[in-house]
């Protein structure tokens, strides 16, 4: 048994001696989890009676591999941009290539960006980079703090020593830094800019409270409300310094015109936009294919050429004609058809309507029927890792249950450094919806001497 896996033993057993068997407990931790409208249409965002534990040892090579895997997609997307022949192959829209080519008044491409990574016991399997809105950060913050102090945690820390990994904070540092290379001298007006959701807390207004706090006045946005108008972009009679967008490019597009005004005040760098629309190039899956090419990255220093090879999956766009694979050139699309149960298609971008298709679920006419799906818009094929499982503790209608699910963990950076890292606990990964699926805050845990 790992040392991991003894201390998630050890909790369990914690949950299930006397003291817990009277689940008042758990109706304490879900009463406080109410209370900080941690929840959202009515169902708590932590379905979970656990945080998930990682070792500093697994913690050290996650921030390790991460700041590495980081320093690898600026360094392709500077070459991306310097190459109209690398970035033809992110399958950009024109208007997102446009945007790209602003200069966004900060020399970074991403102030904040996220992986969806497995632990597999000493290995580290990334599937997703996201350059976009950061998820899960304000929340696994406020359930850190609530699981921190519950008394089965305050009992499993007679033996462990527990270490919360946190994210609103390094991300306000990060936002003010951004702010700072454009040129700001006073703390900015910040506009969350959104489409707002009617449903539950959204973590905007968690963010909301926390810069205002800190002495940045905030206001939730809709990109409807902006105006531009010499020279200042505002919303009613708040002047706006600093954006944190949530909203990507495709989105944007689908309502509105490169002629809105907070384009206008980009382009014009009158407004400092986090993260920039430069980002949108990292975001793209193809960025992978890009960087699992040995042709583009041979020149790339050895450390980060070591960090692709380990962690990221062997990824290639979907399209008839030869193509490198490992170590091997296949027919791509005969290669596709033959691998399928170590294979995933999935859409270059992921505000589609287009679905993921696993071929280990698919026989091979329906994986047949994918393969020329995919062909019809942007998607790649990468190789497909394991998932990383672990059994959590639920209550299901006034019991205790234990229950074998996937974990994918989040590490967040912010300018480049990994400081938060919340994980996603669901039976079947990131992007699927089940009813038991949700946010736990992550834990570094240490056996104490």
């Known amino acids: 048994m790992t040392q991991l896996d003894e201390a998630i033993h050890q909790y369990h057993r914690i949950l299930e001696s006397e003291p817990y068997r009277d689940l008042r407990w758990v109706k ?46 600026d360094r392709m997307l500077k070459q991306a941009l310097a190459s109209p022949a690398i970035l033809s192959r992110m399958q950009l829209l024109p208007a997102e290539k446009m945007l790209a080519a602003v200069d966004p008044g900060y020399n970074l491409a991403e102030v904040s960006s996220q992986f969806d990574l497995q632990i597999q016991n000493g290995s580290l399997h990334v599937s997703q980079y996201s350059a976009d809105a950061l998820s899960g950060t304000a929340y696994a913050d406020g359930l850190s703090d609530i699981f921190f102090d519950c008394p089965p945690v305050k009992e499993f820390k007679r033996k462990y020593n527990l270490t919360r990994v946190g994210g609103k904070k390094p991300f306000l540092q990060a936002l003010l830094k951004a702010w700072k290379m454009f040129g700001g001298k006073k703390k900015p007006n910040i506009a969350i800019v959104e489409f707002r959701s009617a449903t539950g807390r959204s973590e905007s207004e968690i963010f909301k409270e926390y810069f205002e706090a800190e002495g940045c006045p905030t206001e939730q946005i809709s990109p409807e409300q902006l105006e531009y108008k010499n020279g200042v972009l505002r919303a009613g ?36 936009v986090v993260n920039s629309f430069r980002s949108e190039i990292s975001h793209k899956r193809a960025m992978f294919a890009l960087l699992t090419d040995d042709v583009l990255t041979e020149k790339f220093p050895a450390s980060e050429r070591k960090a692709i090879a380990e962690h990221l999956p062997m990824t290639r766009m979907v399209k008839a004609g030869k193509a490198t694979w490992g170590e091997e050139t296949v027919d791509l699309l005969d290669f596709i058809q033959k691998n399928r149960e170590t294979l995933l298609l999935r859409p270059n971008d992921d505000y589609t309507d287009l679905q993921t298709f696993v071929g280990m679920e698919h026989n091979e006419i329906s994986w047949a029927r994918a393969i020329r799906e995919a062909q019809r818009a942007p998607y790649v094929v990468q190789a497909r890792s394991a998932p990383a499982r672990s059994i959590f503790p639920l209550m299901n209608y006034g019991t205790l249950e234990f229950r074998e699910m996937q974990v994918d963990v989040q590490p967040q950076a912010f300018m480049g450094k990994v400081a938060g890292c919340p994980s996603y606990v669901s039976p079947s990964g990131v992007g699927t919806y089940s009813p038991s699926a949700g946010i736990a805050p992550t834990f570094i845990i240490d056996p104490k001497s």
């Open 28 to 73: 304490n931790l879900q009463e406080q989890m109410e209370a900080r409208q941690l929840s959202s249409g009515g169902r708590l965002l932590c379905p979970f009676l656990r945080p998930n534990f990682v070792t500093q040892k697994q913690y050290d090579n996650l921030v390790q591999t991460g700041e590495a895997l980081i320093s690898v997609v």
């Open 237 to 272: 009679n708040f002047d706006i310094d600093l954006i944190y967008r949530r909203i990507s490019v495709q989105e944007f597009l689908l309502r509105f015109t490169l002629n809105h005004p907070l384009v206008q005040a980009y382009k014009d760098q009158k407004v400092c």
